[in-house]
Structure formats: C-alpha cells, structure tokens
C-alpha cells in the first residue's frame, strides 16, 4: 500500500479538547465558534469530541482538523466496542490523540494504532507523560508528540522553560520532523503565549476552555495569544 503523505501542519498550532465535558449542542456551539475563529488564524486548530459527536462537528465546520479522542487498530469485522479507524475516516475525522494519561496505550497496540492511523490519512497526536517516553515515542514517528506531565493535567500549572526546552531536544534529536506539543496545566491566554514563546510547536486546552465563564471567547483568547506569540517571535 502506497504510504500517504499529509499536508505540512501549520504551526503553531492549538488544540481544543473539550474531552467528555461537552456533548451534542453545546459542544456544536464550541465547535462553530472555534471555527469562525480558525478561519481567521494562519495556523491550525485541532478540535477534539466524543465519538458520537465527531460526523456533526466534521459536517458542520470547515477550518477544524476534526479530531478524535482515541482509536483501535481494529479492522471491520468482528469486534464488539472497538473504535474501527475506517469508520471514523468515513465520518470526516482527520486526526487522532493516543495514549492520553486517562486512556493510555500498550506499547505493541500504539504501534499498530499510529500504522493504522497513516492508513487511513490521519494526523496522529500521541502522549507521552516524561523525557524518557518521549524519546521511546518519537521512533514511531507521530505526527505530534504531546509531552505533558500526568501530574500537571487540571491543575493549572504548567511546565516550566526547562522541562519544554528538555523535551523539545530530546524529541528533535530522534526526529526534527515531529512537532512537540506543550499543553500541560493550560488554562488562560498568557500560559498560551509563554509556552509557545518557550518554543512549543502548539498546545491546546481542556478545562480552561470548559470551565471557563465564557468558553468561546476564552477559545479566543487562546487562539489571539498564539498569534501574539508569533508575531513577537518574528
């Protein structure tokens, strides 16, 4: 099978994860409101939804990577409960997280899923929660890795300039080509900006999206600070 090659993502790109926090019209809102925002942005916006919520937002939007929150290396057939990629190709998803600390992946199933995933023309997002899995991640090849300490996710902290700086070189030692996705402990505009200024490839955010008062202007507010970001970086 002849290997499909994806377009370049734009950098620096974000992320909206919304996790099971939001469902049907509410997370429809969201997602048409990051996707008013998108259009306007010279980068790219990932947005995350429950499986059964992933054709509506696809069908609905136009400037989002539809992305969904996990998938098995499953071909169709038998299978009871399995995420089948093909289906969810079918559905108009074009990427996929893996390995999240709250749903996280054997070795052996991750390899298979990322082949599973090039397969099907899909960005693969994969987790990593320390330096030395990110190195172990970054040899097969993800299109992101995400590097985000168990410990910090919610809390509102995030990682500091060394760690950034410590995972970024030790993933583009093994492979320049991946980008590095810094997201732990995000919750504001300004944490937007200092980890990309940090030299983050793109981040994203969960509870400070969700919880926030006002989650789509908070959306961009985020999406305002990664251009802030670039645009001070030159």
């Known amino acids: 099978m002849e290997e499909i090659i994806l377009r370049k993502i734009k950098t620096p790109f974000f992320m909206v994860n919304p996790k099971s926090y939001l469902y049907g ?6 997602a048409l409101a990051a996707d008013a ?18 054709r509506m937002i696809a069908e609905n939007t136009t400037n989002l990577i539809v992305t969904a929150q996990h998938m098995d290396s499953l071909k169709a057939g038998r299978g009871m409960g399995y995420v089948v990629p093909e289906a969810l190709a079918e559905a108009g998803v074009k990427a996929v997280f893996l ?21 099907n023309d899909m960005y693969t997002v994969v987790c990593a929660d320390s ?19 168990t410990e910090l996710i919610g809390t509102g902290t995030v990682s500091d300039k060394s760690y950034i700086e410590a995972t970024n070189n030790a993933i583009r030692s093994i492979d320049a080509d991946i980008l590095v996705m810094q997201a732990a402990g995000i919750s ?12 983050a490839d793109g981040t994203g955010c ?20 990664i251009e802030k970001a670039v645009k001070e970086k030159g």
């Not at 019209?25 to 969201?30: A, F, I, P, S, Y």
């Not at 998108?38 to 919520?53: I, M, Y």
Request: charged fraction near 30%; glycine fraction near 4%.
């Open 25 to 30: 019209k509410k997370l429809l809102k969201l």
């Open 99 to 119: 390995n999240h600390a709250e749903h996280s992946l054997k070795l052996e199933e991750l390899v298979k899923v990322i082949n599973r995933a090039k397969e």
């Open 206 to 225: 969960t509870s400070g999206i969700v919880c926030a008062k006002d989650p789509e202007a908070m959306v961009k507010e985020m999406l305002d600070a």
């Open 37 to 54: 925002i998108a259009k306007e942005k010279d980068f790219d916006v990932f947005f995350t939804a429950p499986f059964v919520d992933l």
């Open 131 to 149: 330096v030395k899995e990110a190195q172990a991640i970054a040899t097969l090849k993800p299109d992101i890795l995400l590097c985000e300490p």
């Open 188 to 199: 504001t505009g300004k944490d937007v900006y200092e980890t990309i200024i940090s030299g």
